[in-house]
């Protein structure tokens, strides 16, 4: 028996006190589960926007390899499929914010999750400059105003602005305009390309097969055809952002692997009917494959539609980009917040505060910051828009790839993923055919562009060179790596807690 009652009890009672108020403190900075199953999913298909990969590619895709490039829709859908299927039974079973950093760092370590997260970081934050350079063009088009550089400046600056101000609102406002811009979606794609094929069909269905004469400089079909992967590759990512706001979704163990499954066939079903009505509404098809109509979208919604259809077109479209700009920088935001809360990054007491309204404000400006520094480079050096959207896609299927490799690493030292949602027996299966899936399309990706400069032909793989090293400098000088003592490399022993804890 204690020698001093008393002061023992006095000394227990603070530390109850010391206690509940540290968990008081802790449930005041915790986001708050608002995000359903349809809401999340629709985070993930916004953000994977079937209309602003179609309407951007599709002219490209179709002069490389006419028609038969439609079936990269597929061919993209079916492997990043897999790749959502690894990421589902790792998010089942580490439904944590931030989604790729803390999914390698459990499945790895902390300085693998630091590299992987540290090229998505950055792919993300030139797909955000890439999509809001595009809206601009579509919002000058809807205000009938020149889209000069300047104009397309300041746009681009008050649409990124405006979406940081809703998402710093709140996760419901976020959720709310994600599914007010899956609707948008679902009628300038889905609709409009059911409605081309239903009243507007000038071409047979057989169409999809011929290639109209498309070849490649060296005379290969195979060459064009797989140059034309784009139209694929760079709509098929994004799925991941339901899992980045894993902390704010209801039931998430069950509820993210579904929804990126969902975002992933919704995605694909959208992309084809939409490609398949432009193809056969078009009754000069021959003109796009030969160049000859170097922006047909255009043209033929103004046949299909008149002058008033258009603008509604556009009208919705612009909608369905700004819920695409808002799931982005959601997802971006959310990353700098995992990052900071595990000490990885300057300044992380401050990037890892929440709001009163559940939300990272601090690393949301951020979010919203680096994007505009990025949009006035594009202002002065309008050419490097192409450049880093090509960084973009290829940056983000690296850092996919990172987060499989991992998971299958697990995999072979005998991980069994313990969430509520899992495919049992397929998963190592899935998971080999999901990491060459992967490698295949990063080879495509970074295959050398036309261009007369070396920099010009080798602009991706420089960009993610300067970015690798970059990271890796960082990652051993600063060693943000050691300031955090989050668990890490712990699939197996975590899996097998998760059971041992069902059972108890």
């Known amino acids: 028996m204690s020698e001093h009652p008393i002061q023992d009890g006095l000394q227990h009672a603070v530390d109850g006190a010391k206690n509940i108020a540290h968990t008081l403190d802790k449930d005041a900075s915790q986001f708050e589960r608002s995000i359903g199953l349809i809401s999340n999913f629709s985070l993930g298909f916004t953000y994977l926007s079937p209309l602003t990969a179609v309407y951007s590619l599709f002219a490209l895709a179709i002069t490389l390899a006419g028609p038969p490039s439609i079936w990269w829709i597929l061919i993209a859908a079916g492997g990043q499929l897999l790749v959502a299927i690894v990421f589902g039974e790792t998010a089942s079973q580490y ?3 931030g989604g790729l950093y803390p999914w390698a760092r459990r499945l790895w370590g ?31 088009n809807l205000f009938h105003y020149d889209a000069s550089p300047l104009n397309t400046l300041i746009t681009s600056v008050v649409l990124l602005l405006g979406v940081m101000g809703i998402n710093m609102s709140g996760t419901k406002n976020l959720a709310r305009v994600a599914r007010l811009g899956f609707w948008c979606e679902i009628l300038s794609v889905v609709a409009l390309g ?14 999809v097969f011929d290639s109209m004469g498309a070849i490649a400089s060296n005379g290969s079909y195979t060459t064009a055809f797989l140059a034309s992967s784009l139209l694929g590759l760079f709509m098929f990512f994004g799925f991941e952002a339901c899992g980045n706001v894993a902390e704010e979704v209801k039931n998430p163990s069950k509820q993210i ?10 995605g694909a079903i959208s992309a084809v009917v939409s490609v398949l009505g432009y193809l056969l509404a ?14 047909p979208l255009p043209t033929i919604l103004q046949e299909a539609l008149g002058p008033t259809g258009a603008q509604i077109f556009i009208a919705i479209a612009v909608v369905a980009m700004l819920s695409c700009i808002l799931s982005l920088q959601a997802a971006l935001s959310r990353l700098l917040f995992a990052f900071a809360r595990d000490e990885m990054l300057p300044k992380s007491t401050w990037l890892s ?3 009163k309204q559940g939300v990272p404000d601090h690393a949301m400006i951020v979010s919203c910051l680096l994007p505009l520094v990025f949009c006035v480079w594009v202002y002065f050096t309008p050419d490097n828009l192409a450049r880093i959207t090509a960084f973009a896609v290829v940056g983000i299927y690296v850092s996919f ?3 499989v490799l991992a998971a299958l690493r697990q995999r072979l030292k005998g991980w069994k993923p313990a969430g509520e949602w899992s495919v049992g027996a397929w998963g190592i299966i899935i998971n080999i055919a999901a990491l060459a899936y992967g490698v295949f399309a990063i080879y495509l990706l970074v295959q050398p562009a036309d261009g007369a400069s070396i920099i010009d032909r080798w602009i991706v793989m420089i960009g993610l060179g300067i970015v690798i090293i970059s990271g890796l400098l960082y990652m051993f000088i600063a060693k943000p790596y050691g300031k955090s003592t989050a668990p890490e490399d712990d699939a197996i022993e975590h899996a097998n807690q998760m059971r041992q804890n069902r059972l108890s």
């Open 95 to 97: 439904p944590i914010t």
């Open 194 to 207: 059911i409605y081309l094929l239903i009243f507007h069909r000038a071409q047979p269905f057989s169409v």
């Open 282 to 295: 078009s009754p000069n098809l021959p003109d796009i494959v030969s160049g000859k109509i170097t922006d």
């Open 257 to 266: 692997p579904v929804a990126m499954i969902l975002s992933i066939v919704f």
């Open 401 to 403: 790839q990172m987060v």
């Open 353 to 355: 505060k929440l709001s």
């Open 110 to 140: 902390r300085k693998y999750a630091w590299m992987a997260a540290w090229v998505y970081l950055w792919a993300l934050v030139v797909t955000v400059t890439s999509i809001a350079e595009y809206s601009a063009g579509f919002v000058a």
